[in-house]
């Protein structure tokens, strides 16, 4: 894509937009209750289309600096669907933005947002020589808390959870940032959790961040309820309360290490 750009110059130009959020495939393999994306037919992005993109973004980003407007280089979130099946579209996206990187001296921050249950060895090793070289690269794996939590929505087709599939590519998914070894900023920077509360998981929220922090040693860990559903003044009483339980153990780690860096492992206490 050859894109020609028309810039306003003078005190009040705006930088041109650098970033982006790509749905890399509408399919997925799992059919979670709750989702929202629901239809008969689904599409996946091709190599063409994204090689527009990103020559669309890189040549604003270009044109930002150029005009003194901008600088941060390009960010992309691959998202779907489950981006992963279409793996040959992500590893293209990855090249690109690599080599842009070099051509253009441009900075390309990439993130991946998947539900945790397709990733592979050669997914993670590609992953991880890409991290190696570029350590502007996370990932954040969908899971909505301990087994009996999360395997409540997030199902197969078939109607079986998809808790132990994930916990079984954990370790490919550590591999990335250098696996048990990990440096504390690599990791931290890295490999995150998101879950989706509803009004029963609510309830052990607490439980299941100890046990992400603990039993899966992976710090970085944040919720959001279901949009679809409403809670009523007992569920925000619960949520205020597993919150609170949250924090103090975060504060205690503070105090105990004399860093506050803890509070940016979850969210809302980072915001």
């Not at 689904?42 to 090689?51: N, P, Q």
């Not at 603990?214 to 919150?243: A, S």
């Not at 509070?263 to 980072?270: Q, R, T």
């Amino acid at each position: 894509m050859s894109a020609v750009l028309v810039v306003n110059k003078g005190e009040n130009m705006k930088p041109l937009p650098t970033a982006a959020s790509l749905l890399i495939s509408e399919r997925c393999n799992l059919n979670c209750s709750y989702c929202f994306e629901r239809k008969k037919e689904y599409k996946s992005m091709s190599k063409e289309t994204a090689k527009e993109i990103l020559d669309y973004m890189f040549q604003n980003a270009i044109d930002n600096e150029k005009n003194g407007v901008g600088g941060e280089g390009v960010s992309l979130t691959m998202f779907g669907g489950e981006p992963m099946l279409n793996f040959e579209v992500l590893k293209y996206i990855f090249e690109i933005g690599a080599d842009y990187n070099k051509k253009y001296g441009i900075n390309f921050n990439s993130s991946i947002i998947t539900n945790g249950t397709i990733m592979t060895e050669e997914m993670s090793e590609f992953f991880k020589s890409y991290h190696e070289k570029y350590h502007n690269f996370s990932i954040q794996v969908s899971v909505d808390g301990k087994k009996e939590n999360h395997d409540y929505y997030r199902v197969y087709y078939d109607g079986k959870g998809s808790f132990d599939v994930i916990e079984k590519n954990l370790p490919l998914f550590k591999n990335i940032y250098g696996g048990e070894k990990f440096s504390d900023t690599q990791f931290r920077s890295g490999l995150h959790l998101h879950g989706s509360l509803n009004k029963i998981t609510l309830r052990s929220m607490y439980d299941s961040w100890k046990f992400f922090n603990e039993e899966w040693n992976t710090p970085v860990i944040w919720y959001m309820p279901i949009h679809d559903e409403e809670w009523d003044d007992e569920d925000v009483k619960i949520y205020k309360e597993q919150l609170l339980k949250i924090s103090n153990e975060i504060l205690k780690k503070c105090i105990a290490s004399g860093d506050s860096k803890y509070i940016s492992d979850y969210a809302p206490l980072n915001k």
